[in-house]
């Protein structure tokens, strides 16, 4: 018995995995069931055992590092005493960069499947259901740290943030193109004291807007 859960569920990686990397290429509404069967590679028909819709495959992959992701955030933010902009931001981008460093392959399809979550409306019951507990810590966190911004400007902040973040994890070579090859969005440790520095002088300001 023991030995056919770990089929099922190496089974069951192996859909989301294949998953994970289509929707990346491809986006929600270039991958059908069949092709992730294709590539995982299994039968039509275990995929849609283990997951009925594509809908559902969707949000499970989604899940699935999510909650590695969250519990990471958790831990780093909870070691936190009283903090400053830059120390609540570093707590915040960095267990996303060290688990990109650890397994690139996967992580930087994910991020390109968490840009995804903050491009289309459609998919914001998805991305709060398994974002929202974290984010709304954050905002709690990013007030106390800059206690003149106000809740609803303190969501933009942190929306802007993430923003910021989905872009650079993405790998989109954006800024190996403008920076001449200088800079590179392979480097992803690279990026976490710019974004740390850029995110903290982004929240000042909004503390602090200028008027016309």
Known sequence: MAEDRTVKQTRRDAILDAAETLFAVHGFDGVSMRMVADAAPVGLGL??????????????????????????????????????????LHAFFQPYVLLIERAPGNWRAYARLHA?????????????????????????????????????????????LIGTMVSVFADTRLVDYFSNGVLTSHDVAGSLDPMVRFGAAGIRALACPTRS
Request: proline share 3%.
């Open 47 to 88: 995929v849609t055992y283990h997951f009925p819709t594509k809908d559902v495959l969707f949000e499970e992959v989604v899940a699935r590092r999510a909650d590695i992701l969250n519990a990471a955030r958790r831990d780093s933010l909870g070691a936190l005493g009283t903090a400053t902009l830059e120390q609540l």
């Open 116 to 160: 995804m979550l903050t491009q289309d409306a459609r998919w914001t019951g998805l991305a709060t259901r398994h974002f929202g507990s974290v984010a709304t810590d954050m905002i709690k966190r990013i007030m106390i740290a800059e206690p003149r911004l106000d809740q609803p400007t303190a969501a933009r902040g942190y929306v802007l």
